[in-house]
């Protein structure tokens, strides 16, 4: 009788613990093992998942000085000078766009057929839109075809500026 009860006891503990345990479904079975990718909430006060802190205030760049919006006036119509030459063969077009570009631009425009650029004359001196900062600005230059963007950018504020990109007028 002592082993009935023992295996009636053991049966019924190893049962239990199966059905705890069991992480995969027995055949037949249709529902899906929990998953381990399920979200959990987030308690207040703590920082989200991606680690950034939507009240965390960010470093802002420091605004551009006036000498430095001089010199990227001056870089952004040299540039467009370099740019706006559609009747140079291309070698020589891009060796005199190239001083004046960052590494990826130089890149992205040596390709360029300068027979296919459409402005031929610069009509003024470029000016910087608002927002600029001491690594980053952007310069409109107005020319024959209309305003010309060119985005200058530079590591460290002491760089000289270097074109990004140029960017044709709208429309």
Request: with cysteine; hydrophobic share 40%; charged share 10%.
């Amino acid at each position: 009788m002592k082993g009935a009860i023992a295996a009636i006891i053991i049966g019924a503990a190893l049962a239990t613990l199966t059905a705890c345990s069991s992480a995969t479904p027995t055949m037949g079975s249709t529902t899906p093992p929990p998953s381990s990718a399920t979200a959990r909430p987030t308690p207040a006060g703590s920082i989200p998942p991606d680690g950034l802190d939507a009240d965390e205030i960010l470093p802002t760049a420091p605004p551009a000085t006036t000498a430095s919006i001089r010199a990227a006036e001056t870089l952004a119509g040299q540039v467009m000078t370099a740019f706006a030459r559609p009747t140079v063969d291309a070698t020589t077009w891009i060796n005199g766009l190239y001083p004046y570009l960052t590494q990826s631009a130089a890149t992205a425009y040596s390709g360029t057929d300068p027979a296919q650029v459409p402005v031929t004359t610069i009509l003024g001196q470029g000016s910087v839109v608002e927002g600029s900062t001491a690594y980053a600005l952007v310069v409109r230059v107005p020319t024959n075809i209309g305003e010309y963007t060119i985005s200058l950018t530079r590591k460290n504020a002491s760089d000289p500026w270097l074109a990004e990109r140029i960017t044709p007028p709208q429309g």
